[in-house]
């Protein structure tokens, strides 16, 4: 299955993207992390996304667009994939769609995270985030250890978690990532909104039943 998850910054797209793709067991691709990933290796790609990501800005559509094709040509995406903020522009979501139907594919459902802009902005601003494993955590502080990926990374602040970059995050969305999912609505008709507020696992029960699947565990 190819899912895309659309939502503001915040909604959980990543940590219910997680869930979704052990539950599918195909990979995830998040295009935020591999930019973070990037930005912190020092390579061309982070030193061109860099300074957009820290204000809160999109970056340009062809450097995602090169993301995005190569994660969907690898040969672990042969099952499916989850996609976890890749389209965030109606130029992506038509490039992810001939990038598909070169490769005979197409997306088989879009799941838009609901959820109101104060339980956002109260999220971010809690928000730390492994530097190396990318796990965000809620109520932990910058400088403690991540114990879960192994690889004992550190927890930071994201520079865009602060409150001027979280702002013009959500100006974004509204702007740019927001006609999405009217594209979507009237490109196919597969467009699935999920209550995005609750506990985790009241969410991802919502998600599966959205897809159909049975619920985890199951
Ligand atoms: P995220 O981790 O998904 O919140 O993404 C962090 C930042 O990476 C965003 O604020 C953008 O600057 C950049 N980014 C990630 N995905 C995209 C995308 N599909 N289009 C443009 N910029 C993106």
Redesign the pocket.
């Known amino acids: 299955m190819i899912i895309v998850l659309l939502g503001p ?1 915040g909604a959980g797209k990543g940590t219910q993207g997680e869930r979704l793709a052990a539950r599918l067991d195909v990979p995830k691709i ?4 591999v ?2 990933a990037a930005v912190r290796d020092g390579t061309p790609l982070g030193l061109e ?1 860099k300074a ?2 820290d204000r ?4 340009p559509d062809a450097v ?1 667009m090169g993301i995005m094709k190569e994660a969907l040509a690898a040969p672990s995406a042969a099952n499916g994939v989850v996609l ?6 109606t130029p ?1 979501a038509e490039g992810l769609r001939d990038a598909l139907t070169d490769l005979g594919r197409a997306v088989d459902a879009v799941l838009l995270f609901d959820i109101d802009e104060d339980e956002l902005v109260r999220r971010l601003s809690g928000r730390t985030t492994c530097d190396a494993c990318q796990r965000p955590f809620f109520g932990r502080q910058p400088g403690e250890t991540c114990e879960s990926d192994g690889k004992a990374g550190v927890l930071i602040r994201r520079k ?1 978690d602060e409150p001027d970059a979280v702002r013009k ?1 959500l100006q974004v969305y509204r702007d740019q990532t927001a006609p999405v999912i009217d594209w979507y609505a009237s490109n196919g008709g597969k467009l699935v909104h999920i209550d995005a507020l609750g506990a985790l696992d009241d969410v991802e029960s919502r998600m599966l039943n959205a897809l159909g699947l049975p619920a985890s565990g199951q």
């Open positions: 910054p998040a295009t935020g992390d930019l973070r996304a957009a990501m809160g800005d999109l970056v995602i976890d903020g890749v389209v965030r522009t992506q865009d995050r």
